[in-house]
């Protein structure tokens, strides 16, 4: 049994109904208008403005609450460049021989290849590093859980919140991506999950012509 002190009284955010379709409606759309962007502009942005989206990916709900992530925030142009020459080196080897002839295929219309210029040219790189385990301050190694789920939420929240303050971003996954660890030495508990360049734009950006599922290709009702 939990503890009395263990709990306190929550108020929950309350809309009336016409409210809340308006809300999610106005999410959605919102949402719907995010894409995943290659052409970075080098136009600085706000650092507070970063640190506010992490702090809202941070309110992500995690296994037992013990928030199992890192967050590096990179705008030093040395840590960018030497981010680009690792991650070109993983690529260069991925689109010569190490994806299967059916990946390439799939990846065609999206026009990617080896080189990645942005991780230079885009103002911030923030990197998601998942904690698969804790240190304590004696080094005692404390567990975390269902790790994965909660860093992947977090990232969600985080690709939302940086969407909502008018930035542009690219889910990014050089792979492997354990180049990332040792260039930002970070102690061994933290794998980089995820790379995710920040800023705005080219004026002539463009992105691939897709289209999304819709509600009846991905809803199922009982
Ligand atoms: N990681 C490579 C390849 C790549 C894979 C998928 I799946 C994509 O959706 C896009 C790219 C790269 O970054 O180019």
């Known amino acids: 049994m939990a503890h009395s002190e263990d709990h306190i009284p929550h108020n929950h955010l309350h809309f009336p109904e016409e409210e809340m379709l308006e809300r999610s409606q106005a999410f959605y759309e919102l949402l719907d208008q995010r894409r995943s962007i290659r052409f970075f502009s080098d136009k600085d942005v706000p650092v507070e403005v970063l640190e506010n989206c992490i702090k809202a990916a941070s309110t992500a709900p995690?296994?037992?609450?013990?928030?199992?992530?890192?967050?590096?925030?990179?705008?030093?142009?040395?840590?960018?460049?030497?981010?680009?020459?690792?991650?070109?080196?993983?690529?260069?080897?991925?689109?010569?021989?190490?994806?299967?002839?059916?990946?390439?295929?799939?990846?065609?219309?999206?026009?990617?290849?080896?080189?990645?210029?942005?991780?230079?040219?885009?103002?911030?790189?923030?990197?998601?590093?998942?904690?698969?385990?804790?240190?304590?301050?004696?080094?005692?190694?404390?567990?975390?859980?269902?790790?994965?789920?909660?860093?992947?939420?977090?990232?969600?929240?985080?690709?939302?919140?940086?969407?909502?303050?008018?930035?542009?971003?690219?889910?990014?996954?050089?792979?492997?991506?354990?180049?990332?660890?040792?260039?930002?030495?970070?102690?061994?508990?933290?794998?980089?999950f995820l790379l995710i360049p920040v800023g705005y734009p080219t004026e002539d950006c463009t992105v691939p012509n897709i289209e999304r599922k819709g509600l009846d290709d991905i809803l199922v009702r009982y």
């Open 62 to 192: 995690s296994g037992a609450h013990k928030q199992p992530w890192t967050f590096c925030l990179i705008s030093n142009s040395e840590v960018k460049s030497a981010i680009r020459k690792a991650a070109e080196e993983e690529e260069y080897t991925n689109y010569n021989g190490r994806m299967s002839e059916r990946w390439l295929e799939d990846l065609k219309k999206f026009g990617t290849d080896w080189e990645k210029p942005f991780l230079e040219i885009a103002p911030y790189l923030i990197i998601v590093f998942k904690k698969s385990y804790d240190l304590t301050e004696a080094g005692e190694k404390t567990n975390n859980y269902y790790v994965n789920e909660s860093v992947g939420i977090a990232t969600g929240m985080l690709l939302a919140a940086l969407h909502n303050a008018g930035l542009a971003t690219l889910t990014h996954t050089p792979s492997p991506m354990n180049f990332l660890a040792e260039v930002l030495e970070r102690p061994k508990n933290e794998k980089a």
